[in-house]
């Protein structure tokens, strides 16, 4: 068996690059599973160095390193209680897209208004 090791592949005349852990990791250039209840933490990550609490259901997601340009799709999901034993209807979007975070928000979709989510993903595509 044979290991090369190596911190960055390139195209053939060198003209793209990319970190080896972007292909390690997945395809995603961030991904990010934390609690948004009570003191957010992050649960686990990539590309992610951090979590704002904006407030009651309205966070930033912090970029370890900032993406080329703001022009990127976000994927989030959400669990309301983390044994999900209680339905509700709620939703998680994404409110402002910049190179270094984005900002989503979750709500309870039934009355428009803001809530606290116990599991909150978001996975950043560029």
Do not use: H, Q
């Not at 009651?56 to 999901?77: E, R």
């Not at 803001?114 to 909150?120: F, M, N, R, S, Y």
């Amino acid at each position: 068996m044979s290991t090369i090791k190596t911190t960055t592949l390139s195209t053939l005349d060198g003209t793209a690059t990319v970190p080896v852990n972007t292909v390690v990791n997945g395809s995603a250039k961030a991904w990010v599973n934390f609690n948004g209840t009570g003191t957010v933490a992050i649960r686990a990550s990539f590309n992610v160095t951090s979590i704002t609490d904006n407030g009651t259901g309205n966070y930033t997601i912090n970029f370890t390193s900032a993406l080329a340009d703001a022009n990127y799709a976000v994927s989030t999901g959400g669990c309301y209680l983390d044994n999900n034993t209680v339905e509700r209807n709620f939703g998680v979007t994404t409110e402002s897209f910049a190179t270094s975070s984005v900002k989503i928000l979750s709500a309870d979709m039934t009355t428009g208004s803001a809530l606290d989510v116990a599991v909150v993903s978001a996975s950043i595509f560029r």
